[in-house]
């Protein structure tokens, strides 16, 4: 997911608004990840360069954001809302953003990404072997710090319904990943496809952070599943909007070469709908278009053309909001009221870009 | 590792002996498997293909040995010799086999083999991206397979232990498959060095099965322990038998191109010791050799020549010998006798080609 608007006024909101569990998820991930036993030197090597914990300053006064550290802080939010307090549900916390990480590293290597926040990636600094390797080592070290529940004082019974549904959600993310890889050697994708794809690799993850912080803290399944339903529609509506910025965004738009997910050929929602319900041979020539192995000028305008037949943009706005108030209505189901639970819905209208 | 002796009397021996819990394994691999929601069909198409469920025939009389599943019977015979019963424990067995074949089917991709048990490797056959993800996802239903051990009467502390136990094992698999690859840009490894290697990357998931089926069976650490030391032994035993057979094995003199380690350049730890052991003028002619990029029959010769000046045959045995009886001496420290106890024995005998 992109970080859209790149503005200091974003960013220091969310740094200023939710400072200090961001020190909290920062500092902990890093004393664990430091006092696990050391096998192999090159591991940890790559496990400080991927969080950013290598640079110079990295330990200095603002959070180093090497990542945005959504999932966990919705994972502590939700604690907070539920029951006051987080320090229980930490562990899980660290241990969703060690999952959300492996998948990173392991998504550069599949799609050949060179660049992440702004550096080498892994794969491409040291090798495709290697950052397989790291990805599979940081997903036994979350895994692993689901275990330390216990010694938070969650009971051993609840710790393991935790990692469940951390694991499902693994599982989940996993298949969404095979089947966005498959799509792209597809020409038939429908939009539901491309939906249950997402709901998989981008709903999951935000889903389980959401419902695990709820289930360490409660033992109402109707407040377990509020929030979960609500991470859950979060996460759609926050994948809808990356898809829409990537082709209606101000970067998109300016015109920059390859900022935009049309010159990128990505098939995302927009583009699928216009494969599904542009005239016949509107499609045939999208079908064409995508053949190709890059877009020219005048294609890129052509399919813009297109999205604008089958009333693309108007269409993936509707099924943004649709999700987005899903996620209120849910937040709003859980029938919770204070300082938590007023900083989730902000953090909700944050993730999509409403006002806040 | 290798299947040194493809003689049908030594499958057959196997195969007679353990039918009983090979089926049971097989059955139950499968059943778990194939009960899982599915959202990629690939997924599960890439599963089956892997364990050699989609060939015909494969549910007929013989257990279908895609993988000889030693990992799981061990787990399962030390369980039945401590507790008399293996029922409580098949979870872990499952678990630690699917968390063998995440790690073989990553391992391929990095090695690029292009074979394993006689077919196409996943990555060949498919992607290397699929098969990373073939890869993560048998890795969190692995995981999950363990969480079922509560509805098998483990009671829930015992469960998240064992957890723990094999979490510890993935991580030291990953850090031994990490060294393994850097060692190979390197000349400088120690024997020393790679003994670390080798009991990451080969001994600790046979350790895990082992002191795992012991934890699951036990409350007593001193026959945790003594099963635990029994199955790290036990696997470095089996991985240097490998090397060793690897270099003097009968296929590897037989002269056939490739079949040796030597022809195929592998450092394995007969050859480290002559790399660490040879006089200087030797040590310098092996580094120029192993920097070709192909070994010519001549500097295969004078590599076997400089192992014998080192005697690292006999260093090899010795060594293989030393850890195959410290496994016995940790066998038998658990002082029990019954028939499971004794099929540990053999399988031991059998797994290191000593008279059985």
């Known amino acids: 997911m992109r970080w859209k608007r790149e503005g200091q006024d974003v960013t220091n909101w969310y740094l200023s608004t939710f400072s200090e569990l961001l020190f909290e998820i920062e500092s902990h991930l890093k004393s664990y990840l430091g006092g696990q036993p050391h096998i192999a030197p090159l591991f940890w090597e790559m496990v400080d360069y991927h969080f ?24 502590l939010l939700v604690a907070r809302a539920v029951a006051g307090r987080s320090n229980h549900a930490l562990p899980a916390a660290l241990a969703i953003e060690m999952i959300h990480n492996f998948t990173l590293i392991h998504d550069d290597v599949m799609d050949e990404s060179t660049e992440r926040r702004h550096r080498t990636t892994l794969w491409k600094r040291w090798s495709t072997a290697q950052a397989i390797n790291a990805g599979d080592g940081l997903y036994a070290l979350g895994m692993g710090a689901m275990l330390r529940l216990r010694r938070h004082g969650v009971p051993a019974d609840k710790t393991i319904a935790a990692m469940d549904l951390l694991l499902a959600a693994c599982r989940a993310t996993v298949e969404g990943q095979m089947l966005d890889i498959s799509f792209e050697q597809r020409t038939d994708v429908t939009p539901d496809e491309y939906l249950t794809m997402i709901a998989g690799k981008s709903g999951a993850l935000i889903e389980a952070s959401a419902r695990i912080g709820a289930l360490l803290s409660s033992d109402d399944p109707a407040v377990i599943d509020a929030y979960g339903d609500f991470g859950l529609s979060l996460g759609l509506a926050f994948q809808i909007w990356d898809d829409y910025l990537g082709v209606w965004g101000e970067a998109a738009r300016m015109g920059k070469s390859a900022t935009s997910d049309i010159e990128g050929r990505k098939k995302s929602y927009p583009v699928l709908l216009a494969f599904q319900d542009a005239p016949a041979d509107v499609q045939a020539r999208l079908h064409s278009i995508y053949a190709q192995p890059e877009i020219a000028p005048a294609d890129v305008e052509e399919v813009y053309d297109a999205l604008e037949q089958v009333d693309a943009q108007q269409k993936t706005r509707d099924l943004i909001e649709v999700n987005f108030q899903r996620a209120l209505a849910a937040l709003d189901s859980a029938d919770t009221d204070n300082e938590s639970q007023r900083a989730l819905r902000d953090l909700a209208l944050f993730l999509v870009e409403r006002a806040y």
């Open 52 to 75: 950013g914990w290598d640079r110079a300053g990295s330990s200095g006064d603002a959070p180093n954001l090497g990542g945005k550290r959504i999932r966990p802080l919705l994972l």
